[in-house]
């Protein structure tokens, strides 16, 4: 069976936007320091995070502990679809995003990789 050159371009675009589309819906998953409040909710900050673009989801890794007298830690996993940004982009803006919100003290990255 011979294949035209218009029909070659067809099947080389499509597989590129097929791969592209894959690549868009690989799941990250991120380690993260997170310094916070003693007053604050830490369920109340998870779901503050849950609400951003992207993050599908956001879990303790460790049980918060008291790091001084007015803040507590702990370290969170988040998972999340970064779409067409490149990923060290998205970890920055998704901290400072983070950062933000009432009662964060701090983020740390700790470490960031594909979800298989």
Same mark, same amino acid.
Request: glycine content about 2%; cysteine-free.
């Given at each position: 069976?011979?294949?035209?050159?218009?029909?070659?371009? &067809?099947?080389?675009? &499509?597989?590129?936007?097929?791969?592209?589309?894959?690549?868009?819906?690989?799941?990250?998953?991120?380690?993260?320091?997170?310094?916070?409040?003693?007053?604050?909710?830490?369920?109340?900050?998870?779901?503050?995070?849950?609400?951003?673009?992207?993050?599908?989801?956001?879990?303790?890794?460790? &049980?918060?502990?008291?790091?001084?007298?007015?803040?507590?830690?702990?370290?969170?996993?988040?998972?999340?679809?970064?779409?067409?940004?490149?990923?060290?982009?998205?970890?920055?803006?998704?901290?400072?995003?983070?950062?933000?919100?009432?009662?964060?003290?701090?983020?740390?990255?700790?470490?960031?990789?594909?979800?298989?």
């Amino acid at each position: 069976m011979k294949i035209t050159k218009s029909r070659f371009r &067809e099947i080389i675009a &499509e597989e590129y936007m097929r791969l592209k589309e894959q690549e868009f819906q690989t799941i990250e998953e991120l380690r993260v320091l997170l310094t916070f409040k003693s007053e604050a909710n830490i369920t109340d900050i998870f779901t503050a995070i849950r609400a951003i673009e992207g993050i599908t989801i956001v879990d303790a890794e460790i &049980e918060a502990r008291r790091s001084s007298p007015t803040q507590q830690r702990t370290v969170m996993k988040i998972k999340f679809l970064r779409g067409n940004r490149e990923l060290q982009a998205y970890v920055k803006l998704l901290m400072k995003t983070i950062g933000r919100l009432p009662d964060v003290v701090s983020t740390k990255v700790l470490n960031i990789k594909r979800v298989e």
